[in-house]
């Protein structure tokens, strides 16, 4: 395992972007973090580097049978200029879980995360500090073996790039409306659902494409198996609160396992709002929206950290709910959430890391 990292600071510096032109993940910074892994070294040549475009075969196993991995985690600037990260370790261990399904070797996560600090400090001026803007951080690993054959790569390159980011959706935290998807799945129990690999987007694409010509932001996933379980909301772990209580689909295989997800459960419990972790099948969300008792509704994830729904199409019928209004718990647990992550908020569950 490697320890030290090389560093070559680019000598052009590129001009930032102004706040209220940033969207998600279109700019990039001037530098990038950089290892390989090869059966003899394990992984080496940890570097930072100036951010640029890399030169791989066309053989090179990445362009064909989609064995990759990714993660996406955020660095915000406070008022006094600290640098904050989120619970990074929980990224590495996920990371982690990915590459033991993907076939992909195990990183050293604490090490990793040590690059992402010293890789985030260089670049630190990039980070900005209007409201809703942070640094989008994507660690990702891919297979870089020439080969056709349909085997594990057996040489890899870890990397992570940096984006300055605004608000992941153009709506801001305003409610966006979904479609409860009824023809295409996105994952089963002992398929890829709970890694965090690309074949998993390439497969959702197609549902979300037909979900926003209906005019619908994003696809609310059911079980792969008999479509009635709740599983997701496009790249967002789902939550509903109904007659007082907060349920989320229990993880089951298929389910990614969002920091989010597991960070808004610990915050509820804090606050003593019930929460519980269960199967739920749509007609049961269904039901409660007819009983007048599904009172909100809301995605949870690093990019939108949390997206309050104000609409599913679901069975040709528009359920609204809350008036299509952000609800009072959705709104609570973003302004907590993102006052912890910004520094404005006691963190009282010691989730912050400050890069030095
Ligand atoms: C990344 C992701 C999430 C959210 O995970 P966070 O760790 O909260 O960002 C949820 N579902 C899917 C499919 C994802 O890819």
New binding site residues.
């Given amino acids: 395992m490697t320890t030290n990292i090389q560093i070559t600071l680019s000598e052009e510096r590129k001009e930032k972007p102004q706040p209220e032109q940033l969207e998600f993940g279109r700019i990039f910074t001037d530098h990038m973090f950089v290892m390989d892994y090869s059966p003899q070294k394990g992984w080496h040549d940890a570097r930072i580097e100036p951010f640029e475009p890399i030169t791989l075969s066309p053989a090179s196993m990445v362009f064909h049978y989609g064995q990759t991995v990714f ?3 955020k660095a915000y600037r406070t008022s006094d200029d600290k640098v904050l990260l989120f619970r990074p370790e ?2 590495m261990e ?1 990371l982690n879980l990915s590459n033991e399904r993907l076939c992909i070797p195990e990183i050293d996560g604490e090490f990793v995360i040590e690059a992402l600090k010293k890789l985030v400090s260089i670049d630190k001026e990039w980070i900005p500090t209007t409201e809703g803007t942070s640094l989008y951080i994507r660690p990702f690993i891919i297979p870089t073996e020439y080969y056709l054959g349909v085997a594990p790569s057996k040489f890899y390159k870890l990397m992570i790039i940096l984006s300055p980011v605004g608000s992941y959706y153009k709506e801001g935290i305003h409610p966006v409306k979904i479609f409860v998807e009824n023809q295409y799945v ?1 994952a089963v129990d002992g398929g890829t ?1 709970k890694a ?1 690999t690309g074949g ?2 390439a497969s ?1 694409l197609k549902a979300q494409e037909e979900a926003a010509k209906k005019g619908y932001s994003q696809v609310l996933w059911l079980d792969g198996i008999e479509k009635k379980y709740v599983e ?1 909301v ?4 789902i939550f509903f609160k109904i007659n007082g209580e907060v349920v989320t689909p229990e993880i089951n295989g298929s ?9 808004i459960i610990q915050m509820l419990k804090y606050w003593n709002i019930p929460v519980k972790e269960k199967r739920i099948s749509m007609e049961e969300v269904y039901d409660a929206y007819k009983e007048g008792v599904l009172e909100e509704a809301f995605g ?4 939108a950290v949390i997206s309050p729904i104000g609409e599913f199409y679901y069975k040709e019928e528009k359920m609204i709910i809350n008036k299509g209004q952000t609800g009072d718990v959705s709104k609570k647990l973003y302004d907590t959430l993102t006052g912890i992550q910004k520094g404005t908020e006691e963190d009282v569950f010691g989730w912050v890391t400050e890069v030095k």
Wanted: glycine content about 16%.
């Fill in positions: 993660e996406g985690l929980k990224n996920r996105r659902g965090k998993n987007y959702s997701e496009g790249s967002m772990n389910i990614l396992e969002g920091v989010t997800r597991n960070s949870t994830g690093t990019a």
